[in-house]
C-alpha cells in the first residue's frame, strides 16, 4: 500500500516537501511517479515527476523543471518530492504511484500498477 503525505497550505514561493511510503514492498525496486488531479478536472491526472528503477533517471514536467527535486530515501522507503517556488497554479491534489516496471510513457497512468491516496496542496496568500 501506498501513501503520500507532507500536502499542506504554504503561501506563493514557499516550500513543501511530499514524502511516498509503502507498506508490503520495496520502494527501491519500482519506478515512481508524482501526479497531480487540479480542482474540478476529476478524471485526469497530471504528471509531475518520476524516478526510474534503471540509474535513478528522473523526470519532471516542464512546469516544475528547476523547482521541484524527486529524490529516494531507501532508509526510509520512501521518495520524496521536494517543492519550491511554489506558485497559485500548483494548487493540487498530489499523488505517488509505483510502477514494478520503468514505464514506456513516463506519464502514462496505467504503466504504473499502485497509487496511493492523494495529499491537498494548496499554495494561496
Known amino acids: 500500500q501506498l501513501q503520500a503525505f507532507g500536502g499542506g497550505l504554504v503561501q506563493p514561493g514557499g516550500s513543501l516537501r511530499l514524502s511516498c511510503t509503502a507498506s508490503?514492498?520495496?520502494?527501491?525496486?519500482?519506478?515512481i511517479g508524482w501526479f497531480r488531479r487540479f480542482p474540478g478536472k476529476e478524471r485526469e491526472r497530471e504528471g509531475v515527476s518520476s524516478i526510474y528503477r534503471t540509474h535513478g533517471y528522473t523526470f519532471y514536467a516542464e512546469v516544475v523543471e528547476g523547482r521541484f527535486t524527486i529524490y529516494r530515501d531507501n532508509a526510509k522507503n520512501a521518495v520524496i518530492l521536494q517543492m519550491n517556488s511554489l506558485k497559485p497554479e500548483d494548487t493540487a491534489v498530489y499523488y505517488c504511484?509505483?510502477?514494478?516496471?520503468?514505464?514506456?510513457?513516463?506519464?502514462?497512468?496505467?504503466?504504473?500498477?499502485?497509487w496511493g491516496q492523494g495529499t491537498q496542496v494548496t499554495v494561496s496568500s
Open positions: 508490503g514492498f520495496t520502494l527501491a525496486n519500482y519506478a
Open positions: 504511484a509505483a510502477a514494478q516496471h520503468d514505464p514506456r510513457l513516463v506519464w502514462a497512468t496505467d504503466e504504473y500498477d499502485h
